[in-house]
């Protein structure tokens, strides 16, 4: 291990079709130091870059060996290609100090998000988030996309489920905006401690729990699910029976090319889009 004024940091890179990018960053940030970042290419077509930042010490060669096997398991799901995991030593010098300022204070909608450590203030409804997905380069698409629906559709004294929470951001989004019931729910036991987190750093209440759309009961008058396209038509009938009478379903994550499969399906179980957002190559869908 580095001795006193050595190396000790590891960054470690994934080269990501834009399809994997939010499931890449959730194998990364779960040991990143503050989270991950995501370097998006100027030219079109080109891969995404998700990075993320460990101390160099005991532990690193387990974290790294863990990110190699989660990233090797992610492709046999068969979302766009991603590349190896890269491994460099970089120089601990204003560290630190330059990660922090990579994760600037944002406004998307109605919303106002910063990191814990800043103290800007504004106007809007402010969402308390250290970094996790794309944070620094304001946001994925598809979480800026779902936040927007979060802040435009009426949720005070309504009931709202979050499929696949990740941090929670969208889930203590809503209960920001006045939802009586707010349910996060994720497969992965890291998304629901961060989700758990973030509820508690913005003083909101969260049902989080394990699982995803067919393990909760009962319906709701907002359902966001922010996952993959081929995630979403597996689940389809699930999400169409937690949409409560005149409720909305708010979807993304959705690459261009597979968005019509992905109406299709939801239309097969009874439920019509009414809204269709497109940012660069992601789609978002309103249905009810």
Same mark, same amino acid.
């Given at each position: 291990?580095?001795?006193?004024?050595?190396?000790?940091?590891?960054?470690? $890179?994934?080269?990501?079709?834009?399809?994997?990018?939010?499931?890449?960053?959730?194998?990364?940030?779960?040991?990143?130091?503050?989270?991950?970042?995501?370097?998006?290419?100027?030219?079109?077509?080109?891969?995404?870059?998700?990075?993320?930042?460990?101390?160099?010490?005991?532990?690193?060669?387990?974290?790294?060996?863990?990110?190699?096997?989660?990233?090797?398991?992610?492709?046999?799901?068969?979302?766009?290609?991603?590349?190896?995991?890269?491994?460099?030593?970089?120089?601990?010098?204003?560290?630190?100090?330059?990660?922090?300022?990579?994760? %600037?204070?944002?406004?998307?909608?109605?919303?106002?998000?910063?990191?814990?450590?800043?103290?800007?203030?504004?106007?809007?409804?402010?969402?308390?988030?250290?970094?996790?997905?794309?944070?620094?380069?304001?946001?994925?698409?598809? %979480?800026?996309?779902?936040?927007?629906?979060?802040?435009?559709?009426?949720?005070?004294?309504?009931?709202?489920?979050?499929?696949? %929470?990740?941090?929670?951001?969208?889930?203590?989004?809503?209960?920001?905006?006045?939802?009586?019931?707010?349910?996060?729910?994720?497969?992965?036991?890291?998304?629901?401690?961060?989700?758990?987190?973030?509820?508690?750093?913005?003083?909101?209440?969260?049902?989080?729990?394990?699982?995803?759309?067919?393990?909760?009961?009962?319906?709701?008058? $907002?359902?966001?699910?922010?996952?993959?396209?081929?995630?979403?038509?597996?689940?389809?009938?699930?999400?169409?029976?937690?949409?409560? $009478?005149?409720? %909305?379903?708010?979807?993304?994550?959705?690459?261009?090319?597979?968005?019509?499969?992905?109406?299709? $399906?939801?239309?097969?179980?009874?439920?019509?889009?009414?809204?269709?957002?497109?940012?660069?190559?992601?789609?978002?869908?309103?249905?009810?």
């Amino acid at each position: 291990m580095p001795s006193a004024g050595e190396t000790r940091w590891l960054e470690i $890179a994934v080269e990501s079709h834009p399809e994997a990018v939010e499931a890449v960053s959730e194998i990364l940030d779960r040991v990143g130091y503050n989270g991950i970042a995501v370097d998006v290419p100027l030219d079109e077509g080109r891969p995404h870059l998700v990075k993320a930042y460990l101390a160099y010490d005991r532990s690193a060669p387990f974290k790294v060996r863990r990110v190699k096997e989660a990233v090797g398991r992610l492709r046999a799901f068969g979302l766009g290609p991603v590349g190896d995991v890269a491994v460099r030593r970089i120089a601990d010098e204003d560290w630190l100090v330059s990660w922090k300022s990579q994760f %600037t204070p944002i406004r998307i909608g109605p919303f106002f998000l910063r990191p814990s450590w800043s103290d800007a203030r504004d106007e809007g409804i402010e969402l308390v988030l250290d970094p996790g997905m794309a944070f620094g380069t304001g946001l994925h698409p598809t %979480t800026r996309q779902c936040l927007e629906a979060v802040g435009e559709i009426e949720l005070a004294g309504r009931t709202v489920l979050d499929v696949g %929470t990740g941090s929670g951001i969208l889930a203590v989004a809503a209960a920001k905006r006045g939802a009586s019931r707010v349910v996060a729910v994720d497969t992965d036991p890291v998304a629901l401690r961060a989700a758990t987190e973030n509820a508690q750093r913005n003083s909101v209440q969260l049902e989080v729990s394990e699982g995803s759309a067919g393990a909760v009961p009962g319906a709701f008058d $907002a359902v966001l699910a922010n996952l993959v396209a081929d995630v979403l038509v597996a689940i389809a009938p699930d999400l169409r029976a937690r949409v409560g $009478a005149g409720g %909305t379903l708010v979807c993304a994550g959705i690459v261009e090319e597979k968005a019509e499969r992905v109406a299709a $399906a939801l239309a097969d179980v009874g439920l019509r889009v009414v809204d269709r957002d497109q940012r660069e190559d992601w789609v978002r869908l309103t249905l009810r």
